[in-house]
């Protein structure tokens, strides 16, 4: 996920335009989701990545690799609101429970990775997330959808902080 300086991964009328990587740092995200097996995302989530399923190419070469990588990975859309999903390598899951999603975690080979703080924010709570990645953009929004939900608590150790050509910063927390 990206998100604003003060904390936001949208801003208060759901913009986020102003997290849009430039080629190097695309490339660098190309690079961190090759291991994802299995993406679980949320309604808003699955709508916005819709592009990538049908990305005609010629849009520059790390937004064409990152279409490539993306229907190449597994996608469970958790929604209560959608009665069906209708692309590749697509699932809905009609509630995500921490116990669905433990199953989930189990039966896959590589790495499940949760996208959208809404989506994961009852695993962030439950302490089931074991790694949390997120990209800073230098982009203060005031208010909006917060990366991270009320009543988390964790306690995290830094195994990378890189900053990217763009003015970002990359970093990554494991659980402790």
Known sequence: ???SLDGYVADAEGGFDWS???????????DRVRDVSTFVVGRHMFATMRVWDAWPGGQGEA????A?????????VC????????????????????DRLAEIVASTD??????????AAEALRAGLVDEMTVRVVPHVVGSGLRLLPDGMRADLDRAECRPLGDGSVFLRYTRR
């Open 79 to 98: 929604s209560d609101s959608l009665d069906a999903v209708d692309a590749p390598r697509t699932t809905l899951e009609p509630r995500l429970t921490t």
């Open 1 to 3: 996920m990206s998100c």
């Open 63 to 66: 937004a064409d690799e990152f």
């Open 20 to 30: 849009a990587p430039d080629d190097d740092v695309h490339a660098f995200i190309n």
């Open 110 to 119: 590589g790495v499940v990775e949760i996208s959208g703080p809404t989506t």
């Open 68 to 76: 490539e990588i993306w229907r190449g990975i597994d996608k469970i």
